[in-house]
């Protein structure tokens, strides 16, 4: 199937119309429109704003099974615990993620939500 199709699939079962992509995710109704009939290939960037849209993993636009597809040959990831405990710089941050969770874990709702906010901002800079 298709990449537009498959989107247009998704968008139409999760009962969104082009508008409420274009208000998601930025993307013009007409560019998303361009998309889902063949006439434009949207770059990974684009197909992670869609995925993002409709509430669905990246890998949900290329793959139609119920489950994860197998992944025999990736190698296993290590937690963030097992991170911590390596020498050197990535285990600088891995300690540093660490303690920022378990901060943010003790502050309430609305004080999380001023400091996503803030952090979405520095991040458009």
Request: glycine share 8%.
């Amino acid at each position: 199937m298709p990449i537009g199709a498959r989107i247009r699939q998704l968008r139409e079962q999760k009962g969104l119309s082009q508008g409420d992509i274009e208000r998601m995710t930025g993307l013009l109704r007409c560019y998303t429109s361009r998309v889902e009939n063949g006439h434009t290939v949207p770059s990974l960037e684009t197909l992670e704003r869609f995925a993002a849209a409709l509430g669905i993993p990246l890998y949900e636009l290329f793959y139609t099974g119920a489950e994860p597809p197998p992944t025999p040959n990736l190698s296993p990831r290590k937690s963030l615990e097992e991170l911590a405990q390596q020498e050197g710089e990535q285990g600088a941050d891995a300690r540093f993620l660490l303690k920022l969770k378990a901060l943010l874990e003790r502050i309430a709702e609305t004080d999380r939500q001023v400091l996503l906010s803030l952090a979405k901002k520095l991040a458009t800079r």
